[in-house]
Nanobody
Framework: QVQLVESGGGLGQAGRSLRLSCAAS????????MGWYRQAPGRQRELVALLTSEGSTNYADSVKGRFTISRDNAKNTVALQMNSLKPEDTAVYYCHAGGVVTGRGLGTMRDYWGQGTQVTVSS
């Protein structure tokens, strides 16, 4: 079984920075994409940033130029550096691992989610 454990987040001030980290553990053979999603109260979960194993990135327009995603493929970790925070960044942030192959690499791909970490930005 694969587990994603997030750390970081908490309370931040507008204009300041926070950093989220996520580590995937288990019998992992490979992970295609790792990223972050967020869900604010009353809203749907949305993509924040995504980074594939080949280095391609995808950012939500609302965070471009402020957030940076990074990944360590060897350690199966992903981080999100959040700069110039805004109150509208307040949400529960979820780590996501997509296209995960476990064991000896012969199984099907699956997706996994972390438990979520709260980010609250005060003005």
């Amino acid at each position: 079984q694969v587990q994603l454990v997030e750390s970081g987040g908490g309370l931040g001030q507008a204009g300041r920075s926070l950093r989220l980290s996520c580590a995937a553990s288990g019998s992992i053979f490979s992970i295609d994409a790792m990223g972050w999603y967020r869900q604010a109260p009353g809203r749907q979960r949305e993509l924040v940033a995504l980074l594939t194993s080949e280095g391609s990135t995808n950012y939500a327009d609302s965070v471009k130029g402020r957030f940076t995603i990074s990944r360590d493929n060897a350690k199966n970790t992903v981080a999100l550096q959040m700069n110039s925070l805004k109150p509208e960044d307040t949400a529960v942030y979820y780590c996501h691992a997509g296209g995960v192959v476990t064991g000896r690499g012969l199984g099907t791909m699956r997706d996994y989610w972390g438990q979520g970490t709260q980010v609250t930005v005060s003005s």
